[in-house]
């Protein structure tokens, strides 16, 4: 089994890391994910902001250890979290204020099947529908790591774990 896994995660070192677009973070980005309210106001104001999140993960058909390039991949399981917090950020101070806990989680499940041809080698084993990211009653702290530089890239490993030996790291961390 291979397998692209956060080490600092698994192994409990950290409770976040930050997967911002490494240009303003701690921020996601700063186009629809910003706005900046020049204050104080005279009236209620109202801003909208967006977030959006594309999953794209990589996989590889042969055995990652191997000198052969003959697709063996049988099967791609993902189960993700995600946590994001809505901030406002007071400038002059730098103190931020926790508007918003939102959580969702992304399980993936297919089945493959290597000897088909290209276009039906793949289908869904697991569940078609993914729950919908939810708005916490609660606000959750945010760890102090997911404010530093963007590592969620940087910080995955790709593991060979075979059915005997011990695992192996195909490609290291950044």
């Known amino acids: 089994?291979?397998?692209?896994?956060?080490p600092e995660l698994r192994e409990g070192l950290v409770k976040a890391i930050s997967d911002s677009d490494g240009v303003s973070y701690p921020w996601y980005g700063n186009t629809t994910e910003t706005v900046t309210l020049?204050?104080?106001?005279?009236?209620?104001?109202?801003?909208?902001?967006?977030?959006?999140d594309n999953f794209y993960p990589s996989v590889t058909w042969a055995v990652p250890v191997s000198e052969s390039n003959v697709p063996l991949l049988t099967r791609i399981k993902r189960d993700q979290s995600f946590t994001t917090w809505?901030?406002?950020?007071?400038?002059?101070?730098?103190?931020?204020?926790l508007l918003q806990t939102?959580?969702?989680?992304m399980k993936v499940d297919i089945a493959v099947d290597p000897s088909k041809p290209l276009g039906s080698r793949a289908r869904l084993a697991g569940r078609v529908y993914q729950d919908q990211p939810k708005v916490l009653a609660h606000m959750e702290p945010i760890p102090t790591n997911a404010l530093?530089?963007?590592?969620a890239n940087d910080a995955q490993v790709l593991m060979w774990r075979?059915?005997?030996g011990p695992p192996l790291v195909v490609i290291p961390s950044k």
């Not at 406002?88 to 101070?93: D, K, Q, R, S, V």
């Open 148 to 151: 530093g530089n963007p590592n």
């Open 102 to 105: 939102v959580k969702w989680r």
């Open 38 to 52: 020049s204050g104080p106001t005279s009236k209620p104001s109202r801003f909208t902001v967006s977030m959006n």
């Open 86 to 97: 809505l901030v406002a950020l007071n400038m002059a101070t730098q103190e931020k204020i």
């Open 1 to 6: 089994m291979s397998s692209w896994e956060l």
């Open 162 to 164: 075979p059915k005997r």
